[in-house]
């Protein structure tokens, strides 16, 4: 069975300061990554993925995420966090094959940009 | 716009009412899935369709849940004697299959409160 893990409910930083959401997981086989992000009252909007290649992935709005096979961990990083940057985060990871063509989520992680 | 909708946004039922929910995915997207999220938890997987097909349910889609995707196109999301429990946001997503992989698009999702 697959699952994810994000071990911070809540994190803060202050605008223009660097920002890590952390995510591992756990799944049989090379894993397919992904990071999304739901603002309030809104669907979950996709930022990044990681599917094979590069360990250094680019996504939206200045987000890039860093696959790390060794610990299992996919965190979310961003250089310069702004205010509107606060949102809820969400790590997934889907097996590339086999019947499981779902997403499996973490619970999501809170970002909270100070000014 | 041409992005994933969902109708309604949301839905207030009493306990033991039937509620259905629709989606109407990217247009030629040819997989759709359901999900649900509770507060403070990430997205669950429900189903997922193919096309009209429906090719996998989860253990959390008890024999009250019953889903349809008749043409390919939209799909419904029926919930019959509804419980408390049920109070949630059922999200739809969809993809384009093709080779390789294809994130999932969300639409914004139905809130259902189950009095």
């Known amino acids: 069975a697959q699952s994810v893990a994000q071990p911070e409910d809540q994190v803060n930083v202050a605008e223009g300061n660097p920002l890590t959401v952390k995510c591992t997981y756990s799944?049989?086989?090379?894993?397919?990554l992904f990071w999304y992000v739901q603002y309030p009252n809104r669907g979950l909007q996709f930022l990044l993925k990681y599917i094979t290649g590069d360990n250094l992935v680019k996504g939206s709005y200045g987000f890039e995420a860093e696959f790390n096979k060794s610990q299992t961990s996919f965190h979310l990083k961003k250089p310069s966090a702004l205010v509107s940057d606060s949102a809820l985060y969400f790590c997934a990871v889907r097996v590339p094959s086999g019947s499981a063509r779902q997403l499996t989520f973490g619970s999501g992680t809170q970002l909270t940009v100070l000014p | 716009d041409t992005g994933v909708s969902q109708d309604p946004r949301h839905k207030i039922t009493k306990r033991g009412q039937n509620v259905t929910f629709r989606c109407d995915p990217i247009s030629e997207h040819n997989r759709l899935y359901w999900y649900r999220q509770t507060l403070g938890q990430g997205p669950e997987f429900l189903t997922y369709?193919?096309?009209?097909?429906?090719?996998?349910k989860s253990r959390l889609l008890s024999d009250r849940f019953s889903a349809e995707r008749p043409k390919g196109s939209f799909s419904t999301l029926e919930i019959q004697r509804t419980e408390q429990g049920d109070s949630a946001m059922y999200l739809c997503?969809?993809?384009?299959?093709?080779?390789?992989?294809?994130?999932?698009?969300f639409g914004p999702g139905t809130r259902l409160t189950v009095l």
């Open positions: 997503a969809s993809s384009l299959v093709t080779q390789g992989y294809n994130e999932q698009f």
């Open positions: 369709f193919q096309n009209e097909a429906q090719l996998e």
């Open positions: 799944v049989s086989g090379n894993p397919y």
